[in-house]
């Protein structure tokens, strides 16, 4: 079974420049995250989807992050215009449906990204 | 609100030697617990999870965590660590957040094996 995909693996920008990350769960993955991880900090979730619907996006930077999954598989995060405090590791996780119980979560080897 | 802390940031253990990661939650029901292994330039890998029943977890790679309610505590053992098991590992809990439920992530503690 093929795991989750991310590209790029590495990106480096300068600021105010725009980024987009792409990512495919594995297939029949109902639900799809993405997570921020700070250098030194547990991943933090930024927005998930259910199909191609938005579940929860609180923490989703919305005046600059915008992510999409248009035809409810693969995902797409955009960050429009990136800051320093952008730098981080941008990790795509799935799972079968969704909800922490009783479903694993595979995660994507991440897209670490850099803004100078 | 929930919270996850690992009071150690790193750790260095010899090959061979037993290994403790210490993870302390706060929620205010019984969480789900879950430790996960991050290996560099890779994702995470989920070792074990706790949702209820038995405390002491079995998990992959010889892996164990024993829930301890009254000291709030998720701690992760190993009886002989063996240098593949360098890595960066985190705690987690799930909880349900403003009608969601997810993950909330420790810090990481990088664990370090010497010969």
């Known amino acids: 079974e093929a795991g989750v995909a991310q590209s790029p693996r590495y990106k480096i920008i300068e600021k105010r420049q725009s980024v987009a990350f792409w990512c495919n769960p594995i297939?029949?993955?109902?639900?799809l995250y993405w997570y921020q991880q700070i250098l030194g900090q547990g991943p933090k979730l930024l927005i998930q989807?259910?199909?191609?619907?938005?579940?929860?996006d609180s923490q989703l930077p919305k005046d600059r992050f915008s992510a999409e999954r248009l035809k409810g598989v693969d995902s797409t995060l955009k960050i429009q215009p990136a800051k320093l405090e952008d730098s981080a590791v941008y990790l795509c996780?799935?799972?079968?449906?969704?909800?922490?119980?009783?479903?694993?979560?595979?995660f994507g080897p991440g897209t670490r990204l850099l803004v100078l | 609100a929930q919270s996850v802390t690992q009071p150690d940031i790193h750790i260095t253990v010899s090959e061979g030697a037993s290994l403790e990661l210490r993870c302390n939650y706060s929620y205010g029901a019984t969480p789900y617990l879950f430790w996960y292994v991050q290996s560099p330039g890779q994702g995470l890998q989920l070792l074990l999870k706790y949702f209820s029943g038995d405390t002491l977890v079995q998990g992959i790679k010889g892996f164990e965590a024993e829930f301890k309610r009254s000291q709030s505590s998720f701690n992760l053992r190993k009886p002989s660590v063996h240098w593949s098991d360098a890595a960066e590992y985190f705690c987690?809990?799930?909880?349900?957040?403003?009608?969601?439920?997810?993950?909330?992530f420790g810090t990481g503690t990088r664990l370090t094996i010497i010969p």
């Open positions: 987690a809990v799930g909880a349900w957040i403003f009608g969601n439920e997810k993950l909330t």
């Open positions: 989807f259910q199909n191609n619907g938005v579940v929860d």
């Open positions: 297939s029949g993955h109902a639900t």
């Open positions: 996780a799935s799972s079968l449906r969704g909800g922490v119980g009783q479903e694993t979560q595979y």
